[in-house]
């Protein structure tokens, strides 16, 4: 069975960086089209960003030109870079497969971005 652990949160300034990794247990399961997805308080899931199989990728409008999802297949991770971060994207940020299957669920990594 395939587990994602998401990993890199934390507490930060507004205007500071993370980056969030995503690391799958089974051999190259990140060639699937992935995606990191968050949930804010009171929130419904969102997906953010998201990587094809071929490596195309797509952003959400609030955090295109401040995001970018990339991937390293040997390593089985899929990344997110935070740059520019506003308190707006405090939220437990998920990776799962893009569309997502509820079983790829993992515990997600908290973002706190202070103002």
């Known amino acids: 069975q395939v587990q994602l652990v998401e990993s890199g949160g934390g507490l930060v300034q507004a205007g500071r960086s993370l980056r969030l990794s995503c690391t799958a247990s089974v051999s190259y399961f990140t060639i699937n089209a992935m995606g990191w997805y968050r949930q804010a308080p009171g929130k419904q899931r969102e997906l953010v960003a998201s990587i094809s199989s071929r490596g195309g990728t797509n952003y959400a409008d609030s955090v295109k030109g401040r995001f970018t999802i990339s991937r390293d297949n040997a390593k089985n991770t899929v990344y997110l870079q935070m740059n520019s971060l506003k308190p707006d994207d405090t939220a437990v940020y998920y990776c799962?497969?893009?569309?997502?299957?509820?079983?790829?669920w993992g515990q997600g990594t908290q973002v706190t971005v202070s103002s």
């Open positions: 799962n497969t893009n569309p997502y299957f509820e079983q790829y």
